[in-house]
């Protein structure tokens, strides 16, 4: 029975973090894409097109604090107002150039890589270890 608990426990956790688990990996796919693959490499619209994407982040958070705009959403998250800032532009005119693209884009990876990845790692580490309950 010890043992059924256990899983459902860990099936609620799983449940509870499924919107940050899309939201995460959707984001690092499209900022990555967007660095390192799209033809050529760092252009203009893939840059804007990732940092649409990582949008998705911003609105995760609104819906989970219950904030009405991106600025409190990113504030409670810990994410740069220069990205809110450059994403504005993006999807309502005033597009930014490659350089400040580029700037927001890298940002936004390194805050995917601080706020989920090192986070699912420590949990892996720990549910490996047997430390997670």
């Known amino acids: 029975m010890v043992g059924f608990r256990k ?14 688990l899309y939201i995460g990996v959707e984001a690092s796919l499209a900022l990555l894409k967007a660095l390192l693959t799209s033809d050529p490499p760092g252009s203009e619209l893939a840059l804007s ?9 911003l609105q995760l958070g609104e819906r989970h604090f219950g904030l009405g705009r991106s600025e409190q959403a990113a504030r409670r998250l810990g994410i740069p107002e220069e ?10 005119g005033g597009m930014p150039g490659k ?8 940002a936004a990876t390194g805050w995917v890589i601080h706020n989920f990845w090192k986070k699912e790692m420590e949990e892996a580490k ?7 309950d």
Do not use: M, P, Y
């Open 126 to 132: 720990e549910f490996a270890s047997g430390q997670c």
């Open 99 to 106: 350089q400040e693209l580029t700037r927001a884009t890298e």
């Open 83 to 92: 990205l809110v800032r450059v994403r504005h532009a993006v999807a309502h």
């Open 49 to 57: 097109a990732a940092i649409t994407r990582f949008n998705l982040v």
């Open 7 to 20: 899983v459902f426990i860990l099936k609620e956790k799983w449940l509870l973090i499924v919107d940050s």
